[in-house]
């Protein structure tokens, strides 16, 4: 119940293309969603997040979409870029909790 | 940017000894944690710490593993007796407090058990 399912494990996408992440999750108390984007070496870094209360959330070109009945949320990278080759995490927090959950990655590549 | 600073980037180990990593959250942060990366896997949760006590932890986080905040800005985390499969990337991370969710990660010290 606290798994949050990532897909897929690897994307490629080709620079001006839309990419397309998508998460799943059981646990019904999680109120807060967030993506983050690793580098190699790097900490994750947080991109964008969503509470459940909204369906949608837009900063920039990365777009989070969230559908609370399916339990799915996903992240949407508008314009896809070579510098947006990245690995992508899901993550979900529980209500009254201190940890988040990650799901397992997508390693995004972005070819010119 | 203010960030979250992690001491030593790399560390080499025998198994059976202690090690300590180091953290240095953002100054004004109050909520403190740890999380690890085993190579190629997802994060995964070991420890919150608020107040200057622990306020959750995972199974992962068992009597070998401790952490402290020594001198207000420090935040460490021992393990006591390192095992091969200790090996991986571990992350501090800082979150400003209660009404804001996002953390910030520091970029992590790879430990390696030989």
């Known amino acids: 119940q606290q798994q949050v399912k990532q897909s897929p494990q690897s994307l490629i996408v080709q620079k001006g293309g839309i990419s397309i992440i998508n998460c799943a999750y059981e646990n019904t108390a999680f109120d807060y969603f967030p993506w983050y984007q690793q580098f190699p070496g790097k900490g994750p870094a947080l991109l964008i997040a969503?509470?459940?209360?909204?369906s949608e959330k837009k900063e920039g070109r990365f777009t989070i979409s969230f559908n609370k009945s399916a339990k799915q949320f996903s992240l949407h990278i508008m314009d896809s870029q070579p510098g947006d080759s990245a690995t992508y995490f899901c993550a979900a927090r529980g209500a009254g909790s201190y940890q988040l959950t990650f799901g397992k990655g997508t390693k995004l590549s972005v070819i010119p | 940017e203010p960030e979250v600073t992690q001491t030593p980037s790399h560390q080499v180990t025998q198994m059976g000894q202690e090690v300590i990593l180091r953290c240095v959250p953002i100054s004004n942060h109050l909520y403190f944690y740890w999380y690890r990366q085993i190579l190629g896997q997802k994060v995964e949760f070991l420890v919150s710490?608020?107040?200057?006590?622990?306020?959750?932890k995972s199974e992962i986080f068992d009597d070998q593993f401790s952490v402290e905040r020594p001198d207000g800005s420090n935040f460490t985390l021992k393990i006591r007796s390192t095992k091969l499969e200790d090996s991986a990337m571990y992350f501090c991370?800082?979150?400003?407090?209660?009404?804001?969710?996002?953390?910030?990660f520091g970029s992590g010290t790879r430990l390696t058990v030989v």
């Open positions: 969503i509470r459940p209360d909204v």
């Open positions: 710490f608020y107040n200057n006590e622990i306020s959750e």
């Open positions: 991370a800082s979150r400003v407090d209660s009404a804001n969710y996002g953390y910030t």
